[in-house]
């Protein structure tokens, strides 16, 4: 037997697709605010040990993946988020 569910109006799907949007964005907003704490700890053990707050070809690592994901603006999305995690160079 076939269930016919009822059809939602266009402002039904997108107000339930914002809200996805708005619980994906709470997602990604931790997820970044756990990624500046962790690469803290990093940054803070190498200088403790002697070394640079910045580690270039990790960074270009990072860009690689991101590039490789998403393109382009991956590229820039990485570098946002570097920027967010060890500050301006
Ligand atoms: O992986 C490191 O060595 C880090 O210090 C972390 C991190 C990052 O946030 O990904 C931050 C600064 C460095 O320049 C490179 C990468």
Redesign the pocket.
């Known amino acids: 037997m076939t269930t016919v569910t009822p059809e939602q109006t266009p402002e039904q799907t997108i107000a339930d697709a914002r809200a996805r949007i708005d619980a994906l964005d709470d997602r990604i907003i931790g997820l970044i605010q756990e990624?500046?704490a962790?690469?803290t700890v990093?940054?803070r053990t190498?200088i403790a040990s002697g070394g640079?707050?910045?580690?270039?070809s990790?960074?270009m690592e990072?860009l690689g993946r991101y590039s490789e994901a998403l393109g382009k603006p991956g590229t820039s999305l990485a570098m946002t988020?570097?920027e967010?995690?060890?500050g301006r160079?």
Request: aromatic share 0%.
């Open positions: 990624r500046m962790v690469s990093v940054q190498r640079r707050r910045v580690h270039l990790r960074e990072i988020l570097l967010l995690c060890r160079i």
